[in-house]
């Protein structure tokens, strides 16, 4: 079975803060993938990595940074956290031509 | 207007009913459809899978693709408590599974 794993699953953070959000996975896959999930707004790509130290912008990068130093490993910053980023993080994994996708459970953010 | 869009629900049923989840798109490129299941506070996982136009059974889901309608839906048989969940269609243009639009999700719940 593939495990994604966040390693946060509940945080409480103060704006201005800057924030690490950790994701590992067992499955050498290529590709991972950062998403945020909002009530009415569904699941957005923030940023994804196709390789090591390699980063594409998804649909919402503004606000964040990532890095991929190892293959199994993608983390999220949030450099000065925001209220406008509170919300449910979903870090995933897959193949290059893979067709789906493995997601981690979740990490839910609180900004204050 | 989002590429992507889901009945909104939410939906709750009596056990044993059929579910009709449903979603629309615009972009004539979506060539995979996919549908994911979540449960609360968890990650969406994989439900069903389809190329092009069709359907695909699984167990009790029916998964059916109109692309000259560009129209998708999930049929559920027989439904059970167990379904409750936010499910979540998905396509994609190319074979890159994270690179997927996806729908806001709706929320079944299905009474014993």
């Known amino acids: 079975d593939v495990k994604v794993t966040q390693s946060s699953r509940y945080l409480v953070k103060r704006t201005g803060e800057k924030v690490f959000l950790e994701c590992v996975q067992d499955?050498?896959?290529?590709?991972m993938f950062w998403y945020r999930q909002d009530p009415g707004l569904g699941l957005r790509l923030i940023y994804f990595s196709y390789d090591v130290k390699m980063k594409e912008k998804g649909d919402i990068p503004e606000g964040y940074s990532v890095s991929r130093e190892k293959k199994e490993r993608f983390s999220l910053i949030l450099e000065s956290a925001s209220t406008s980023q509170t919300s449910m993080y979903l870090c995933?994994?897959?193949?290059?031509?893979?067709?789906?996708?493995?997601f981690g459970e979740g990490s839910w953010l609180t900004v204050v | 207007q989002k590429e992507v869009e889901q009945d909104p629900g939410p939906l709750s049923v009596p056990e044993g009913a059929i579910v009709s989840l449903n979603c629309t798109y615009s972009?004539?490129?979506?060539?995979?459809f996919m549908w994911y299941r979540q449960y609360s506070r968890k990650g969406p996982e994989l439900l069903m899978y389809t190329y092009s136009s069709g359907n695909k059974e699984d167990g009790r889901f029916t998964a059916q693709v109109d692309k000259s309608s560009k129209y998708i839906s999930l049929f559920i048989r027989d439904s059970q408590p167990s379904d409750s969940a936010t499910y979540l269609c998905a396509m994609k243009k190319g074979t890159n599974a994270g690179k997927s639009t996806f729908g806001d999700g709706t929320t079944l719940t299905v009474k014993p």
């Open positions: 995933a994994t897959g193949r290059n031509s893979g067709n789906t996708i493995y």
């Open positions: 499955m050498d896959h290529e590709n």
């Open positions: 972009n004539s490129a979506f060539q995979y």
